[in-house]
């Protein structure tokens, strides 16, 4: 019999949340998981690209963003897109966005963004090793469509090739070779050889296959409202009149994170960022390697018989509504770059919408929450949340259990921009909020 201040609770079924149970389950540390949708497939961790990019250790705040992302505005099919409204969260994590678009920011992020990608990988091979969920070690290809891209990439990969990163440079010819499957109308590519892709839905349910397996228990349909506690620890989450005791708990929510955190009296700077799909069953060409259009910012993953192409980064609220200006962005760029293909291809393919939890920063929140010893949060990365699934449940699990994390990771601490908004909400017993 497990006693219940020694359970784990875990808020939050996606990828982040799911990778947290399992190492917390393996450390020999009883799980149960809690999860907001009834239904599986409206997890943002089911929908998207599949791929794990050691090559994205550039955070999202870089020098230049700002000014790409206000020419992106005035067009309704651009890859981004703030919704305007009046938020004051909104502006402060946009003015906080701005304060990190420096190239001092990227310099003392990439480091860390690339040793957690990489050992992330491992963790993945680590993973496969023991059942096939789709992941293929073959390389990501950065596929330009003008020199001038493909100049702008080539400065990445020189920094990437700096970092250690094993990468090439490679002409149209080049790019033909790599991947012949796929006829494309491009000036050249990069050809990042550690990035890999898998297929997300089959990765989610190995996952919660594993969790079961090893004693723990996954509930759906639990959006959490609310916290009991006091001095200094939590000691049970609510959701509709009904409570989960525990010991330890870990806030993975995704994008509805900052407003749990609120309850525990931490204004957390978040917004959501949502992102499209779109999945062909016969497409005319399947490539063999998952690649970037790097001018149209459309990723495209082949997933065993089907070819996925996903895209833009929509900041407008938690809404799940589907944009077709921007959802027609992505078709349309399409043939741009795969010949063969045209906007025809994709008549009765039904959209996917999925919410990405971003940070002003570009760089996830991992850590203990202040004053709260015994709970640990882990969000806000954004579009690399598969990527780095399994060492963010890796480095979860360490916190929970005491154990130091295998590298520092004081540049993703979760109070670093210092939003406490009062008083700790609750005194002993009674409900947060």
Known sequence: MVAENDRVVVVGGGVIGLCSAYYALRAGMPVTVLERDEHRSENCSVGNAGMVVPSHFIPLAAPGMIAKGL?????????????????????RWGWLFHRHSTETHVAASRELLLELNLESRRLFEELAAEEDFGLVSRGLLMLCETQKGLDEEAEVASEASELGLDVDV???????????????????????????????????????RKITELGGEIEYGVPVDGFEGGGGRIRAVTAGGRRWEGGRFVVAGGSWTARLLLKLGLRLPLQAGKGYSLTLGDPPQMPELCSIFTEAKVAVTPMGGVLRFAGTMEIGGLGLEIDRPRVHGIVKAVPRYFSRF??????????????????????????????????????????MGLSLGPVSGRLVADLLGGYPPFRSIGGLGVGRFGDRVRKRPFACGTPAG
């Not at 020419?71 to 502006?91: G, I, K, N, Q, T």
């Not at 906007?343 to 002003?360: H, K, N, S, Y």
Request: charged letters at 25%; one cysteine or more; proline letters at 9%.
């Open 170 to 208: 490679v002409d149209a010819a080049g790019a033909a070779r790599l991947d012949p499957g796929v006829a494309m109308s491009i000036a050249g590519a990069v050809h990042f050889r550690q990035d890999c892709h898998l297929h997300p839905a089959r990765l989610m349910a190995l996952l919660r």
């Open 342 to 383: 045209s906007e025809r291809d994709f008549d009765g393919v039904e959209p996917w919408a999925g919410l990405r939890p971003v940070t002003p920063d570009g760089v996830p929140y991992l850590g203990k929450l202040d004053g709260l010893e015994n709970v640990v949060v882990a969000t806000g990365h954004a579009m």
């Open 71 to 91: 020419r992106w505005m005035l067009d309704r099919e651009s890859p981004f897109y703030v919704r305007p409204r009046l938020s004051p969260e909104l502006a």
